[in-house]
């Protein structure tokens, strides 16, 4: 076993030829990497039947122990997200800009790797291979730390990822897998300065904060997700109760469905009952404000101060009725947690007011906030949506792995 | 006095305030500031007196004094500073790309302020108004924390700053300053999570490495700069010669002055004694490897292992003899701090390698590392050089004060 200093220098002596890769290259250790794991998928199978039959041992529930399930299909569809990050272009050397500065010095921008990138995770083992395309594809190489519930899996798919870019005759080192998962590791890991380039935690709400109290390097924060509809006055009702369910019912365990309805009070005797109907087909729980509940009666339970600060991930939704647009963005930047965020209105004014003022990384007029997603953005396959300010906000692809630098061409200028 | 949770809640009531001036408005406030600052220049230079009489009887040194000091000269140019800003274009509500999804959803990627900025620096009072004009003008609210040592200088011109906006019915509570300098304050702050969207530590290497130790919330690390300038085989030796003393000597104090000089072996002979000779004017001191030592002999001191890490800030300089650029790069990514890099050289091929690995914010071909500045660069201004590789990279004029949200519009769309 290489312990997290061992593999924390690999990474730093293989980065620099990582970054040196062409496309080309880099391309083929990812459909490398593809082929060895579609060859080697009973391996990886009883692998992850030992994860499995420990974690029912330690009674993991069910939605873990699902996360944590490979299948035939699970590995395909695994390998086949390795060959579509090969098909999205290489972000690396792209130059920005370049400008000619009067003294002739010409100063461009140019897109660089990041160097290594660590990220931490949880028990999802399609994760583990999901981040080392990403990080390989961006010239960088990455330390991967997962949940130990899914040791046995995540050991053996980063093994193979290392013999097939080892076979191409590419860094192993570029991928690497933290084999001490105890508590001491991650912290270890968090304090890596000079080692890491950044420190990306992937998971529950604990894991990002403890990431986030104790990290040393630079972090990026990715989300939860408090996320809001706002129906308004001018709002077409239909139309707010399409989105509503498709945001909140869709898929109800992702950071980007709704977890709060928003009603203007012009629209709220006409359409809480809508709502209530239209979310009735999934047993919605409605947590009301008073005046949901003088609408809506006792068919729904009454919502504490807690509940607007709640991301259930639940057939859960709190409900409140607002005075103004005013009073929802204040309540949306109140309680939100910066990321989707969506007004339903047919009103110009309302609709430039809401995206110049909620603060959130993506601001939706008239859509469901579940397009927060880098293949619905266009981005192809992401790392993680960012609910901070720095650096990258909302989904983050291949770019938001990357840095910059500037190179500047003279002719022997000096000041 | 304002203790600093009363500062962080004023802040952050302020910051949509401040995010929704238009650029009237903001250059109508940094005028004002300018033209306030100027009114009461004698009241200023008296807080002044304060700081420097105090520091005078604490043995501060005289380059400490000197930062320190303000004179009626100095208050001019720090207002002529925040009209430079004004003058600057507002990067807010810049549209970076807007694209038309294939469901018809347009997703644009929209330059927006970053909300609340803290300012950890040391005791320059013409910081204060620098650092405020810049936050303002990138539509964010700053929490500013100078060095105890310049505290009546920048109490007075905060509450001046403050009272030039509230007379232009503007937020004053956009600019704040911490008045408690105590460590504990300091510390306080770097945990300030749900109030400040990033804290940028601006000053020396200690005060730096204490802000990425200890801070919780994000941080963008600015830079101390071990800088490099490497005359390549094919170099142009005269060309070398002035970019060396340029980059050494026209500025000893700065992060981007040269630290450290190699040599390709090939050029050794003939270029060391010439760039002995040029630097003798300055009494620049060589700390030479052992083959520098062979050829210039007694006349320059033997380097430590400990010389090639150093960043002196002062007339002196590591020279090395080395056999490759390939060991030059290698050298270089080892030492340096990710600042400012130079290679000389008349090789397409050495100047592409050089650009390519060399892993700084700006490396240069042919041109003095005394480039690296916001106005430089073209880019005006600037609260600092970043030297981390996250957000900002290089010097960071208003647009690395800004975040970014994702604005999307549709007709209904959902998933």
Known sequence: MRDLMTIAEAAKAAKSAVAKLDTNAKNAGLHAIADTLLAHTDEILSANRLDIEAGRENALNEGLIDRLTLTADRIAGIAEGCRQVAALPDPIGEVLWQRTRPNGLRIGLRRVPMGVIGIIYEARPNVTVDAAALCFKAG???????????????????????????????????????????????????????????????GGAGLIRAVVQNATVPVIETGTGNCHVYVDASADLDMAARILVNAKCQRISVCNAAESLLVHRDVAEAFLPMAQKALAPDHVILHGCPRTMEILGDSIVPATEDDYGREYLAYEISVKVVDSIDEAIAHINRYNTGHSECIVTESYAASQQFTDEVDAAAVYVNASTRFTDGFEFGFGAEIGISTQKLHARGPMGLEALTSQKYVIFGNGQVR
Chains 1, 2 share one sequence.
């Open 140 to 202: 960088s190489a990455c330390i991967l730390r997962g949940g130990k519930e899914a040791f046995h899996s995540s050991k053996c798919l980063s093994d193979l990822m290392r013999q097939a870019l080892a076979d191409c005759g590419l860094p192993q080192d570029a991928i690497n897998l933290v084999e001490d998962t105890t508590r001491e590791s991650a912290n270890q890991m968090m304090k890596l300065n000079g080692y890491l380039d950044v420190l990306i935690p992937r």
